[in-house]
């Protein structure tokens, strides 16, 4: 049986969730009892924020490439980053890392080809919304993106690391967050929504909203996790 590696922490609640999604749905195609072999590597969120805010690039990639490598060391035969922002240095991180990565951006665009979208709003923290790594890969699929305006993005990122990550879900921040996701469909038009934090989905659980897709990061990199340890 294949092993697959995670870089956790990023944060732990949804890391938690990886966990037992990954179970749920290996144990749903593979009906004869076993469970997968999984290596979690539980790193520091604190640490890797900083380093992103500072703008160290540099530093980001050779601190979770060297995090990859313990898990390649340990037995794991591919990996994942469990979360999107350290997705801002994927290709860095995996021209080091002796397995490969299943991108989490490459995985959602995929579906978002399946679904037939062709403008998709993206929420994240700051990073990721104002980063590249998610239109560079989604415009290759001819897919335009949208993010909230500055306001909106302020917002989101303190409650994403300031309520989300520590895993404190309140109704008045719910309901905020839809009302950004209303504006962004009068005004921008999308027609589905990249839940581009793993810790997103805890809060917008829905599967559609007012017309549109809400694409679950978590679910779909755990559904190519699972298929990559299956084959």
Not at 73 to 98: C, K, M, W, Y
Request: include cysteine; glycine fraction near 10%.
């Amino acid at each position: 049986m294949k092993t697959i590696g995670i870089i956790g922490g990023i944060g732990p609640e949804s890391t938690i969730v990886y966990y037992r999604s990954i179970i749920a749905a290996y144990r749903e195609l593979k009906r004869d009892g076993s469970y997968p072999s999984i290596l979690i590597n539980n790193i520091d969120l604190t640490k890797m924020l900083g380093l992103i805010g500072a703008n160290q690039l540099t530093e980001v990639a050779e601190y979770l490439a060297d995090e990859v490598k313990k898990l390649a060391h340990a037995g794991a035969d591919f990996g994942l980053l469990a979360a999107n922002t350290p997705h801002i240095v994927f290709d860095e991180i995996q021209r080091q890392s002796p397995i490969r990565l299943i991108s989490i951006v490459e995985a959602t665009c995929k579906e978002a080809v399946r679904l037939g979208l062709k403008k998709v709003g993206l929420l994240g923290i700051r990073f990721t919304m104002q980063g590249r790594f998610y239109p560079d890969v989604f415009s290759k699929a001819g897919i335009e993106l949208s993010v909230p305006g500055t306001e909106d993005q302020n917002y989101i990122h303190d409650k994403y690391l300031n309520e989300l990550v520590p895993g404190i879900l309140l109704p008045e921040t719910r309901e905020h967050l839809l009302g950004i996701v209303d504006r962004m469909i009068s005004e921008n038009g999308i027609e589905g929504l990249i839940l581009g934090g793993t810790e997103l989905p805890l809060i917008l659980k829905d599967s559609h909203y007012h017309g549109i897709s809400f694409l679950d990061t978590t679910q779909i990199h755990v559904k190519q996790a699972v298929a990559e340890l299956l084959s």
